[in-house]
């Protein structure tokens, strides 16, 4: 049988080659440019516009960037920002890029945010529209690491903690909604001389543009109680001035602190569980 003869090799259409040609070189000059590019001269200038948005002195290790699946991305060693009060934050690592986000198309810039440090971590989209506006999720948080000390009074809340975030800038500060939940932590009641450890703790909260905060779930299981509410915390400049009107239901579950709640008014039936209205205000709770 006869050999066929060899066949020359196909040619790519000339249009394909005339496209294909300069996107190739364009994606190289890309690609080398983001391994290349001198990230550590912003050093300086990433340090300043910190310094001025925060009102904390920063210092950091390196930063670094290069090519993601996101994107070109800044990477910052040991982040410390440390306010004049004493108070400090360290991000062991924190991870800006471009964000995946429509906004994008709308002229609002978002950038995506990976911050891990000691006390927990926090990834998210970040737009400015304008304020801040805030969607991800906190992982481990460590309550007594955050540098909250400038609040009027200590924080009532301690342990640690799992959210999911949405918020933004509203006319009366931040909206949106939190889920969380966290655990081994304790939380202290006005007018109680100690804090009440639980083992587990979640729950919603919807903050609306007027800043009146929704209860819409709140659950804390422990060795002592066990508390569900639902309700309101009224818009206030202060916190501590916030009008309550929330629906509790209690279960002291140790039987040697049930009468600890009776100078409170609170009617237990011998179960150890009873229900009752929270009025007032976040400073003095008035329980009905």
Same mark, same amino acid.
């Given at each position: 049988?006869?050999?066929?003869?060899?066949?020359?090799?196909?040619?790519?259409?000339?249009?394909?080659?005339?496209?294909?040609? *300069?996107?190739?070189?364009? $994606?190289?000059? /890309?690609?080398? +440019?983001?391994? #290349?590019?001198?990230? !550590? &001269?912003? =050093?300086? @200038?990433?340090?300043?516009?910190?310094?001025?948005?925060?009102?904390?002195?920063?210092?950091?290790?390196?930063?670094?960037?290069?090519?993601?699946?996101?994107?070109?991305?800044?990477?910052?060693?040991?982040?410390?920002?440390?306010?004049?009060?004493?108070?400090?934050?360290?991000?062991?690592?924190?991870?800006?890029?471009?964000?995946?986000?429509?906004?994008?198309?709308?002229?609002?810039?978002?950038?995506?945010?990976?911050?891990?440090? *000691?006390?927990?971590?926090? $990834?998210?989209? /970040?737009?400015? +529209?304008?304020? #801040?506006?805030?969607? !991800? &999720?906190? =992982?481990? @948080?460590?309550?007594?690491?955050?540098?909250?000390?400038?609040?009027?009074?200590?924080?009532?809340?301690?342990?640690?903690?799992?959210?999911?975030?949405?918020?933004?800038?509203?006319?009366?500060?931040?909206?949106?909604?939190?889920?969380?939940?966290?655990?081994?932590?304790?939380?202290?009641?006005?007018?109680?001389?100690?804090?009440?450890?639980?083992?587990?703790?979640?729950?919603?909260?919807?903050?609306?543009?007027?800043?009146?905060?929704?209860?819409?779930?709140?659950?804390?299981?422990?060795?002592?109680?066990?508390?569900?509410?639902?309700?309101?915390?009224?818009?206030?400049?202060?916190?501590?001035?916030?009008?309550?009107?929330?629906?509790?239901?209690?279960?002291?579950?140790?039987?040697?602190?049930?009468?600890?709640?009776?100078?409170?008014?609170?009617?237990?039936?011998?179960?150890?569980?009873?229900?009752?209205?929270?009025?007032?205000?976040?400073?003095?709770?008035?329980?009905?």
């Amino acid at each position: 049988m006869a050999l066929q003869a060899s066949q020359p090799p196909r040619r790519l259409p000339r249009g394909l080659v005339t496209i294909a040609l *300069p996107l190739a070189s364009l $994606a190289l000059v /890309v690609i080398f +440019v983001l391994i #290349l590019f001198p990230y !550590g &001269r912003f =050093r300086d @200038i990433a340090i300043a516009e910190l310094t001025h948005a925060t009102g904390a002195s920063v210092s950091m290790d390196e930063l670094e960037g290069g090519p993601s699946l996101g994107g070109p991305c800044l990477v910052a060693t040991n982040l410390l920002l440390r306010w004049p009060d004493g108070q400090e934050l360290l991000l062991e690592r924190a991870r800006v890029r471009p964000a995946w986000s429509l906004s994008w198309l709308r002229g609002e810039p978002a950038v995506h945010l990976n911050l891990t440090g *000691p006390a927990g971590n926090i $990834a998210g989209t /970040v737009w400015r +529209v304008p304020g #801040l506006a805030f969607a !991800g &999720r906190a =992982r481990g @948080i460590q309550l007594s690491l955050l540098p909250l000390d400038h609040l009027a009074d200590p924080l009532p809340v301690l342990g640690r903690l799992d959210a999911e975030i949405d918020l933004r800038n509203g006319p009366n500060g931040q909206t949106g909604e939190i889920r969380f939940e966290s655990w081994d932590g304790s939380v202290a009641l006005p007018q109680v001389p100690f804090a009440f450890p639980f083992e587990e703790a979640h729950g919603e909260l919807e903050r609306s543009d007027s800043g009146a905060v929704t209860v819409r779930e709140f659950e804390l299981t422990g060795p002592m109680f066990e508390v569900g509410a639902e309700g309101t915390v009224a818009a206030s400049r202060r916190l501590e001035q916030a009008a309550l009107d929330l629906e509790v239901d209690l279960v002291v579950v140790d039987p040697a602190l049930r009468e600890m709640v009776q100078p409170f008014g609170i009617q237990l039936d011998p179960e150890g569980a009873g229900q009752f209205r929270v009025t007032g205000t976040v400073s003095r709770p008035v329980i009905r």
